[in-house]
């Protein structure tokens, strides 16, 4: 989803690897729709559309890419990563056990660790990615842990080096946009919110495990090549639960980006620290003041704390 | 139930708990309906004695040795693998059946009951020995306090796809009491906030932690449980190389959130500036417990309430002005 630049830049290195029958791109309702005529001419390119969607879901967008694909052995390859000479999928350390299915995950610097090389048919054993997930972080995780559970031991790991990937920021992948300079407002509000993500995904998978039988999104075919949600089909959380992890991102992300604990932020009015919109946080100007100013007043005593124990040590070494 | 020969098992763990069973195995040898209450003495510091309980000949006590601490999930995964009966009821130590509760009719109308309404309510189920081990218990990766209900649930729930009725509230009698003695802690009395406090700060570390330790490691039938040994009459020791343990990276992400949590909460310090003070000033827990020190418990007195302070100032000129703006809407 909007990731034109990155994907032009990585699908003409896929186009040269020599090891794939189809190379499926899902364009999950980017801005600008991506054109099969800006892509390599490889006849193993398919493109694939999904209208209607308004945030990038990576657990949805991936399940409904799968599920399309037509191999018995699936590469998940991000818009920004690509593999290397080197990256062999026949390798038989990448099975589970000797003639068992083929699962491993990327290795190394973070980037690779979601990308997956993995058996159709244990893919859907597991029910693929969990959906309930949104926003960054742990469905990789997740997807590993249930893998682990289901086959009773840990998958294999691709060598960092099979694996190429363009650099980039949390607050992108936060979908937050590029930050201007370090340690400005919009860096921190990219890291609360991608705090707030992984922190409220985590959560998901301990409320509400997935498995084959929970019930995934569904889609009906609009035009060729194009296809939308069907109505009713998206899961959702129970209200108990979805209201605990409305409550857990709210406390994270505000916590993390004005510096209030969440034992003051439950005390103040809900109204000035609201829940995020599809995935965008209300960053008022009233914010923006405190960041400026009360943070860096919070910050004092801690200093203070912690310049006043290493005195008192200090004296006590002495004495 | 007592048409059923394979017969009902009500059981009840508890570690350092026996005023509150005292209190409840009479209660439970009252009611009509089970066939066995089977209480497991999770390592206790005095050690619980048959003759304290009730009479009752149903009444079966066991002892596992050499725990350090309280873990609901592996005690009553234990409990469940020595009760008898093909039906089992979990009854914590401060709870107890009452005569509300009609074991019979609510298996008849489905297959898995769980307690509702307050909180000691929540962890109390009714279901089949099968069903439970369907989803292999409890997680033995959670530890301590909270989550182990929930995290059962959610697997009976969407992994098997079962209907999970509500046992109704008046059906379990509870003794209240307070987080601070849920967490092993002695109860504040009035003016003792800072126990309050204290109490709050670990339990929500602990809830946080067995949160993050199901996302991690989650739990099935196949997924090996701990292992316990006979070493005397009733009396067993877990084999420790059986116990499940996380991974490393995992047991550093959850032991770093569960320190952020607590003293965060404990000291009201934001999480970010508590990631970058030094380990020594807000360091982790042992065995559960938390090292609080006399500047924890200077700083809780006099820098937490300062820190509140702008916090309310905020709290207050923002509410006032939506107040106002509210108000002039109106007219």
Not at chain 1, 109 to 124: F, V, W
Not at chain 1, 138 to 160: E, M, N, V, Y
Not at chain 1, 261 to 274: A, D, G, I, K
Not at chain 2, 29 to 35: F, G, I, M, S
Request: glycine residues 10%; charged residues 25%; proline residues 8%.
């Amino acid at each position: 989803m909007n990731r034109r630049e990155h994907l032009l830049a990585t699908v003409a290195r896929l186009a040269a690897w020599p090891h794939h029958d189809e190379h499926l791109i899902v364009d999950w309702s980017s801005r600008t729709p991506l054109r099969r005529e800006d892509l390599p001419a490889d006849p193993r390119l398919r493109l694939l559309r999904v209208e209607g969607e308004d945030r990038w879901n990576l657990c949805r967008a991936y399940n409904f890419g799968l599920a399309r694909a037509s191999g018995g052995r699936l590469l998940k390859l991000d818009a920004d990563a690509w593999p290397t000479d080197r990256f062999d999928p026949d390798d038989p350390h990448l099975r589970l056990g000797e003639g068992g299915p083929v699962c491993a995950f990327g290795s190394g610097p973070e980037g690779r660790k979601g990308q997956i090389l993995i058996d159709a048919a244990l893919l859907a054993a597991v029910g693929g990615f969990h959906e309930l997930m949104v926003g960054y972080g742990f469905d990789d995780k997740d997807l590993q842990a249930r893998l682990t559970r289901h086959c009773g031991q840990g998958p294999a790991s691709l060598p960092p080096e099979w694996l190429e990937v363009i650099e980039h920021g949390d607050e992108e992948r936060a979908g937050q946009g590029r930050a201007r300079r370090r340690g400005s407002l919009e860096m921190a509000q990219g890291q609360a919110a991608m705090r707030a993500s992984r922190r409220a995904n985590r959560l998901v998978a301990a409320h509400c495990p997935w498995g084959p039988t929970s019930p995934a999104s569904r889609y009906r075919p609009e035009a060729p090549g194009v296809w939308r949600l069907e109505e009713g089909s998206l899961p959702r959380p129970a209200a108990g639960v979805a209201a605990e992890l409305r409550h857990e991102r709210r406390m994270t992300f505000w916590g993390a980006l004005l510096a209030i604990p969440e034992v003051c932020l439950e005390v103040l009015p809900y109204s000035l620290f609201p829940p995020s919109r599809d995935g965008r946080w209300p960053v008022r100007w009233w914010h923006r003041l405190w960041w400026h100013t009360g943070r860096p007043l919070v910050l004092l005593p801690v200093g203070a704390l912690v310049g006043g124990r290493a005195a008192i040590e200090a004296l006590r070494g002495r004495a | 139930m007592s048409g059923n020969p394979m017969g009902l098992s009500v059981i009840t763990v508890c570690m350092n708990r026996r005023e509150h069973l005292l209190t409840t195995a009479p209660r439970v040898a009252a009611w009509l309906h089970h066939h066995e209450h089977l209480i497991v003495d999770w390592s206790s510091r005095t050690p619980l004695s048959r003759e304290d309980l009730p009479a009752d000949p149903r009444l079966r006590l066991l002892r596992v040795e050499g725990e350090r601490r309280w873990n609901p999930s592996r005690a009553y995964n234990f409990a469940f693998g020595q009760a008898r009966g093909a039906w089992l009821m979990r009854m914590d130590a401060d709870c107890w059946p009452t005569e509300a509760l009609d074991p019979g009719a609510l298996l008849a109308a489905g297959p898995v009951w769980v307690g509702q309404g307050g909180e000691g309510r929540f962890g109390q189920f009714l279901m089949a020995r099968d069903t439970f081990a369907a989803v292999g218990g409890f997680n033995e990766f959670l530890r301590g306090w909270g989550f182990e209900d929930k995290d059962l649930r959610a697997r009976l729930e969407v992994q098997q796809g079962w209907q999970l009725g509500p046992i109704p509230e008046q059906a379990i009698g509870v003794i209240e009491h307070s987080n601070e003695e849920r967490m092993g802690q002695a109860a504040a009395g009035t003016g003792q906030a800072l126990r309050r406090s204290l109490g709050l700060a670990t339990m929500r570390s602990s809830r946080l932690g067995n949160r993050l330790l199901a996302a991690h490691h989650p739990w099935g039938a196949r997924t090996p449980a701990s292992r316990y040994e006979k070493i005397g009459p009733d009396t067993w020791r877990v084999i420790p190389a059986s116990v499940p343990r996380p991974a490393a990276d995992t047991v550093d992400e959850i032991d770093h959130a569960r320190r952020l949590a607590f003293w965060s909460c404990f000291l009201g310090i934001p999480e970010v500036f508590l990631a970058d003070l030094p380990l020594k000033l807000v360091p982790p827990s042992r065995q559960g417990n938390w090292p609080v020190a006399w500047w924890h418990r200077l700083w809780w007195h006099s820098g937490r309430r300062l820190l509140q302070a702008p916090v309310a100032a905020l709290s207050l000129g923002r509410g006032r002005l939506n107040d106002v703006r509210r108000g002039l809407g109106q007219r």
